[in-house]
Each structure stands twice: as C-alpha cells, then as structure tokens.
C-alpha cells in the first residue's frame, strides 16, 4: 500500500503514524527517503525531524550525500572496476594520493592533463609500469563521463554499517562531504544511537538495493520525494550555482547528459516501493528567490499609431530579432510566476535564429503601478549556451526527453530608440500587440509625453 500527498504536513503525519506502528513492537525505527535529485529530500527530512521532536521523538538524520567517496575516489574507483575488473592493488593508497593532488583545484581542472601528469608522476610506485598508460587514460575518459547521480558515487555499504551500528545503540563519527572541494572533510561529530528512536536516511539512493538488501531485518518507512520536470531542473541548477565551484555550462550539460538518465532508469523505479510518496513542486517562496531583481515599467500600447510617430522622430539605437520558447511542465498552472524562457536571436531580420540565453523569472513583486519587479535567475549567457546547444533543435530534443512541454512561443521585435533624450525599448509581439519599455535615466517631462500618446485608444 502506498500513501501519495502533494503537501509537506500531510507527509510529515504519515511518516509519524507509521513510526508510531512500529514502535509499538520496536524500539527504533528507520525513515528512508529517497527520490529525485533537488526534490526536496534534505527538507522534507528536516521538516519530518521537527515535527518527530514536537511529538517527543528522538531522531538524527543521515544524509547519504556525505557518504560521497569524492572525486578522487569516484573516478578511481570507476577506472579499477571498468578498466581492470577491480584488480588494481594499493587503490585505497592511489586514491589518498590523488586526493591530496586535487583537493584544491578547481572542480573543471580536477583532471586536467596537467593534473593527470602530476598524478602520474606521485603513483609510480603504486602502478606496474605497464598499467600507468591505461590507468591515466582511463582517468581522462571517467572524467569526461562524470555522473553524481549513480549508486556508485555513494558509499551505500558504509551508510548501512553505521545505521545497523545506530540501531544497536552503538555510537558512529559523522560523516561530512564539501561540495566546494568534492571531496570528504574530517568530522569529529559523534552520533550516540542510545539517544535515538528514530534513525531518518535521505538520498536519492536511500531506495537502492544495495541499502535496502543490507537494511532488509531492519523497521523501515519508505519514502519518496518528486516533483515536476521545471521544479527538479531549476533547483538543482540554481542550488549547484551557489553551493558548488561547477559552471552553469558544467552543470546544465550534465543534468541533461547524465542526470535526467539517472534519474528516469535508477532512481525513478524505486517510487513503486515507497510506503508514501510526496509530490514537492517548487514552492511560492522558491519562485520568489534569485541573483538579482530587475526593475521595468512597461506601458501596453493602445494606440499603435503612436509607435509610428515614436519611431519616426526618434533615432533608432538598436534592432534586435527574437524568438522565445517557454517551457513548461506538465498541468502547471503557475506559468506566470515560473518563468523559463529558452531564447534565440536573429542576424538576418528573423530568416534564421542561433541559441542566445536561458533564463528562469520567478514570482513578481505585487505593484499597483506599472513596474514590473521579479527575481531573475540567468541560467546560460549568450557567450555560454551554445557551448551546451548548438541549435533549438538540441536544446528542444534534452527538454523534451526530461519531460518538459513546450508552451507558448513568442516573435519579438526590439526596437531601443531615444525619443527627445528619453531612451526607450519597443516590444513588439508577433500576434499580442506592443509594449514600451522606459529606460534608465527617466525624463519625466518627456515620459508623461509619451504615457499620454501611448494611453490614446487608436
């Protein structure tokens, strides 16, 4: 039987109730949350722990991302497997020495040939000679197939050991993974399972069989947490941006290289085994957040014949050709405060468009005037997006295959003019009318000018 919610508190109760089962044969019981990656798993586990403590329950969570062997274990450990059916002696040694080597290099340079060298030359006594060639060639390739989101990339046996160890009232040190250096830092926290009767595990592994086999005697309530394809996108992209030393271009090539994968043949699955499930779509005070706030006073054209006039005693600045696609996620109905706009621009008057920039908007600030004031989260830059797509069609193809659909899809012309020393931008959408937008600095004697035209019905 399976329990599926849309809201946070009716997840928290369920996982309460079902404790309390078992907790009234056992002394402890074992929370597993798993699901897709930026879903939500370290919230709903947080959320969950307060409201077990509110209860009278003692719980700790444990978070499977800490068991991360970090990037000088990750690819090693990847090289020994595919490229000598795990043979390869002194690893664990190979593997402390690389790490010392990449600890603090930037996370795009973690493998570079100059890296790859420097590790060649430390690991010398560690290698035959004859499998230096293959073992530092097979470095290069892992790198470039970098996955986090994979059981191997976790320590899942260790995870298990210590929740057995917790379960038997055993004390366990915590680990602790950086993301800033992917790696694993010292910890000299220690987690005492005497105090606990609620061992909480959150990852997007806690569903795996390699935990789930090894906890199979174990009390366990399963979990798992999704959301819809623009939810799980943007929070991972956004959060990897300020929690990470990765790129956008990094991170957003590899979300639709590896993650999408990942998530749709190993994580995905596990959702039928999930005593409850939570649908956890992006949240009004997520859409309210971003790198900066941009201001606009955009006024509706309701007399056209007052562009013409505009344009004909202005200078024209700039004309720019634009073609925006939106995506959306399946029966989402808050377009309007989830904005992600996929934009292409033209050189040639709208024959043709190349790939300019991907952008989310989230929530507008409520205003009774006409400024429009949202939080903006520019995901790829013009220099940036055609490193990650090459043409609409690429772009179109990772979205769609992640689940996305394709909303409304706008032509734009742009027209920035300066009419009698006030810069303006006119929008004008194939289809929908025109817009002008006031530019910085603001004339007010010439913009109550233009208010005036523009507000005349043709």
Known sequence: MSFEYHHIDKFGFANLDLIEEIQETKPKAVVLISGASSSGKSYAAR???????????????????????????????????????????????????????????????????????????????????????????GLENEWKKLNFDEPSVYNLKEAALDVKKLLDGKKIQEKTYSKVVSERVPSKQIIDGSKLDVIIVEGIYALDPLLV?????????????????????????????????????????????????????????SRSQADIVLNNDMTFSELRAGDLYITKE???????????????????????????????????????????????VSNNQGKTYFPSSLVHKGAPKVRKDNREIRPINVLLRENEITKVWKSEKDCL??????????????????????????????????????????????IPSVIKEIKKRLSKED
Not at 214 to 240: H, M, Q
């Open 47 to 137: 959320y969950l722990r307060n409201l077990l403590g509110a209860s009278k329950h003692h719980s700790v969570i444990i978070s499977l991302d800490q068991y991360n062997f970090g990037l000088s274990g990750i690819i090693p450990n990847k090289v020994n497997q595919n490229y000598f059916h795990g043979k390869l002696k002194n690893i664990e040694e190979i593997e402390r020495v690389i790490k010392k080597i990449i600890y603090n290099v930037p996370f795009d340079k973690k493998y570079s040939p100059s890296i790859l060298k420097e590790i060649e030359s430390n690991t010398r006594e560690l290698l035959h000679a004859k499998d230096m060639p293959l073992f530092i060639k």
């Open 213 to 269: 086999n090894e906890l199979s005697d174990a009390p366990l309530v399963t979990n798992f947490i999704d959301g819809n394809p623009k939810s799980l996108f943007l929070r991972r992209i956004i959060r990897d941006a300020k929690l990470t030393s990765a790129d956008n271009v990094f991170t957003i090539s590899l979300y639709f290289k590896y993650i999408v994968n990942a998530y749709l043949s190993t994580i995905l699955p």
């Open 298 to 344: 955009i006024i509706p054209v309701l007399n056209t014949k007052a562009i013409a006039y505009l344009k004909k005693f202005s200078k024209t600045e700039k004309v720019t050709y634009q073609k925006d696609i939106y995506f959306n996620a399946p029966n989402e109905n808050q377009e309007f405060n989830n904005i992600l706009r996929f934009r292409l």
């Open 397 to 442: 193809n990772d979205f769609m295959y992640a689940g996305f659909l394709v909303g409304k899809i706008e032509y734009k012309v742009k027209t920035t003019i300066n009419y009698n020393g006030q810069s303006l931008t006119i929008r004008e959408i194939q289809g929908q009318g025109s817009y002008v937008e006031i530019n910085k600095p603001i």
